[in-house]
């Protein structure tokens, strides 16, 4: 099973991006965070098949 990648608040007001307990990148906005974890979610979606 894939680790969680999840958001947290930090102590100065800033956001870090975590997959299970690594912190991926911190210092960011929100939004900035809700993006990045948004990119790395839609990254490991597996992609589906052609249809034909």
Same mark, same amino acid.
């Not at 099973?1 to 912190?23: F, L, N, Q, W």
């Not at 990119?39 to 490991?44: E, G, P």
């Given at each position: 099973?894939? #680790?969680?990648? !999840? /958001?947290? @608040? &930090?102590?100065?007001? &800033? *956001? &870090?991006? *975590? !997959? =299970? @307990? /690594? +912190?991926?990148? $911190? =210092?960011?906005? !929100?939004?900035?965070? #809700?993006? *990045? #974890? +948004? $990119?790395? +979610?839609?990254?490991?979606?597996? $992609?589906? @098949? @052609? #249809?034909?």
């Amino acid at each position: 099973m894939s #680790e969680m990648i !999840r /958001v947290k @608040p &930090t102590h100065d007001g &800033t *956001y &870090t991006v *975590y !997959r =299970g @307990p /690594v +912190a991926l990148i $911190s =210092g960011l906005t !929100r939004l900035q965070a #809700e993006r *990045y #974890e +948004a $990119s790395i +979610a839609s990254q490991r979606r597996p $992609s589906l @098949p @052609p #249809e034909i």
